[in-house]
């Protein structure tokens, strides 16, 4: 089962960024932790990071073609602007799960739309790095669940 977790925009500067917010482990430990997670569910993981939309939308469409079998994406600030990340995400098939560190319905009023949010199968948010963890989890259970399905 592969799974591809997505990291939007500024989220390089976990660490030094907001702590109270985001708390003090930096993307590298993220990732360590979700490596170690997806290891332990069976799971191969990449993990993508950058600070250019269309980056991100270019590797939403390598996902396609790589037939990736779930996304596990915190978009960060796009999440509330980007027509286009809804838009090529939209396109994939597999589950997609929206997480936020934070708890983005909590925070300032603009955060709480999500573009995302209209094409994932759900979100996590509010749980620091265990969104991240838990969005794995729930990722791995839906693929397994639609694999069943077919058999
Ligand atoms: C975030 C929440 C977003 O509103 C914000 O712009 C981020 C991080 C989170 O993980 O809590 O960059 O996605």
């Known amino acids: 089962m592969k799974i591809l977790v997505l990291h939007?925009?500024?989220?390089?500067?976990?660490g030094q960024r907001d702590p109270a917010q985001y708390g003090h482990a930096t993307l590298a430990d993220v990732d360590a932790?979700?490596?170690?997670?997806?290891a332990e569910l069976g799971a191969e993981l990449a993990c993508f990071?950058?600070?250019?939309?269309?980056?991100?939308c270019e590797r939403i469409h390598q996902a396609l073609r790589e037939a990736a079998d779930g996304v596990v994406i915190n978009a960060a600030a796009w999440t509330h602007t980007s027509v286009a990340i809804r838009d090529a995400l939209e396109m994939l098939k597999c589950p997609r799960v929206e997480v936020h560190m934070s708890n983005i319905h909590a925070r300032e009023p603009f955060r709480r739309h999500?573009?995302?949010a209209e094409v994932a199968t759900g979100q996590i948010c509010g749980f620091g790095v265990?969104?991240?963890l838990l969005g794995l989890r729930a990722c791995v259970d839906q693929v397994r669940a639609r694999q069943n399905e077919k058999n």
């Open 114 to 116: 999500s573009y995302v």
């Open 130 to 132: 265990d969104s991240y």
């Open 8 to 14: 939007g925009i500024n989220l390089d500067m976990l």
């Open 49 to 56: 990071q950058t600070n250019h939309e269309g980056a991100l």
């Open 33 to 38: 932790q979700l490596q170690a997670l997806a």
